[in-house]
């Protein structure tokens, strides 16, 4: 799904630094050829290290929108990815904007937890947190991307089952998938 958001960032006009534990070259060259600035960071978010190589990365520059997945990290690299978050949050706070998605990849309560007090901690900075279900959306990977852009984008808190946050409050009844 990640290449999914990256493209869907692309398209939006955002620049990107892309961070992947593999080469990501075809992707980088489609990007760019969207017409947007594209870095890569090629390490697994697993340490230190590899959490100041994309701080370094980002350079300074102004995060608008952040994306974290845990799919397929034991709990280690998941430590290690919610603490990256959490220092470009306290950036993005700075700056009082910002939009995060954190994808669930299996529903687990500790990501949902993390969630919750990251939007708490964000409240009044002007920075939202939406929490992407994966598991309770039944749909591809692109489609999957585009629910979770939208919803970011948006500010919606949380997107599972079929129905954003939005959705929910203002009484839609639509589906998604």
């Known amino acids: 799904m990640g290449r999914e958001l990256a493209v869907q960032c692309a398209r939006h006009g955002f620049d990107l630094v892309l961070v992947a534990n593999a080469p990501l070259d075809r992707l980088t060259t489609e990007l760019r050829e969207l017409g947007e600035r594209v870095d890569t960071v090629e390490t697994a978010i697993d340490s230190m290290d590899a959490i100041h190589a994309i701080l370094a990365a980002i350079d300074g520059r102004s995060v608008d929108a952040l994306f974290a997945s845990a799919e397929r990290f034991n709990g280690n690299q998941r430590a290690a990815l919610l603490d990256l978050v959490s220092r470009i949050a306290l ?11 954190i994808v669930n990849p299996s529903d687990e309560s500790s990501i949902d937890a993390y969630c919750c007090s990251l939007r708490a901690d964000l409240k009044s900075s002007g920075v939202t947190v939406t929490c992407l279900h994966a598991p309770a959306l039944d749909a591809s990977s692109a489609r999957l991307a585009e629910i979770g852009f939208d919803a970011m984008i948006e500010g919606d808190e949380e997107v599972a089952g079929r129905l954003t946050t939005t959705q929910l409050r203002s009484g839609v009844g639509a589906r998604l998938v």
Request: aromatic share 0%; net charge negative; proline share 0%.
């Open 91 to 101: 950036e993005m706070s700075a700056s009082e904007a910002g939009r995060i998605l």
